[in-house]
C-alpha cells in the first residue's frame, strides 16, 4: 500500500473503531488524576492492566498522592507492587517520580515531552499515555495492542515491533485529533476479538480492512 492508501485505511478503522467503542476508556483505573497515572503507567510494564488496578487499590489506599509516596519506605512499597513484577525497580522509580513531582515541578503533571521522559522508569508509551489522557494532546500509545494490530492492518511490517518506529509511523497516518482515543478502543479491540493468538476474524467488523482478512479470502 502506498501511504495515501494507509492513511484511507486507517481513517476507515477510527471509524469502524467508534461504531464498536463509542466511549473510549483507558484500561488503568487512575480516576482522572495525573500522579496516579504516572504510578499505574510504570507499574504496566510487563504486567496486565487488570493486575496493576488490583494492586493499586491496596497502594493508593496507603499512598493516597504524591506526598505521602514521597515519604514512602523503599520495602513496604516492593511488598505491595510485587505481584506487578520487577518490582525492586518499579517501587524506587514510583517513590523517585512522586519526589521530582514535587519538588521539580510542584505537583503539576508536565505535559511536554522531553520533561515526562525525565522521570524515572518513564519511556514514550507512559509519556504519550500522559499527554493524550490528561492534556489531549495527539498520542500513539504504542503496546503490545496497538503493535500487533496496526502491523495486522498493514500498516507496517507484521513482524516489526519496535515501538519507537511504530508511533512514528502511525503519528503520520492517523489523524491527530483522533491518535489518543483510537489507541484505547485498539486495546479493547484487541482484547474483544482480535487477540493475539486466536482472533476472531469470522466476527471480526474490521475483517475487510485487514491483512490478515484479506490473505484468507485469496486462499479461499
Not at 487499590?57 to 493516597?64: A, D, G, I
Request: with cysteine; hydrophobic share 40%.
Amino acid at each position: 500500500m502506498t501511504k495515501a492508501e494507509k492513511k484511507k485505511r486507517m481513517a476507515a478503522i477510527v471509524e469502524a473503531l467508534k461504531q464498536v467503542y463509542p466511549v473510549p476508556v483507558c484500561a488503568l483505573e487512575s480516576g482522572g488524576d495525573p500522579w496516579r497515572l504516572l504510578v499505574m503507567g510504570r507499574l504496566s510494564a510487563q504486567c496486565t492492566d487488570a493486575r496493576v488496578n488490583i494492586v493499586c487499590r491496596e497502594l493508593f489506599s496507603k499512598y493516597p498522592d504524591a506526598a505521602s509516596m514521597a515519604a514512602a519506605e523503599l520495602a513496604d512499597v516492593e511488598a505491595i507492587v510485587r505481584p506487578c513484577g520487577l518490582y525492586h525497580t518499579k517501587a524506587q522509580n514510583i517513590i523517585d517520580a512522586s519526589r521530582m513531582l514535587l519538588t521539580e515541578f510542584n505537583g503539576q503533571m508536565p505535559h511536554d515531552m522531553e520533561e515526562l521522559l525525565r522521570f524515572p522508569g518513564v519511556g514514550r508509551k507512559i509519556a504519550n499515555l500522559l499527554r493524550g489522557d490528561l492534556f489531549g494532546l495527539p498520542a500513539i500509545v504504542a503496546d503490545t495492542h496497538c503493535i500487533r494490530l496496526c502491523g495486522r492492518f498493514g500498516m507496517y511490517p507484521v513482524e516489526q515491533k519496535d515501538p519507537t518506529r511504530v508511533e512514528k509511523i502511525l503519528t503520520e497516518l492517523v489523524d491527530p485529533a483522533e491518535q489518543s482515543d483510537l489507541c484505547h478502543r485498539l486495546v479493547m479491540f484487541g482484547r474483544d476479538t482480535c487477540t493475539a493468538r486466536a482472533p476472531k476474524c469470522e466476527e471480526c467488523p474490521l475483517y475487510p480492512l485487514c491483512d490478515m482478512g484479506g490473505e484468507k479470502k485469496e486462499r479461499k
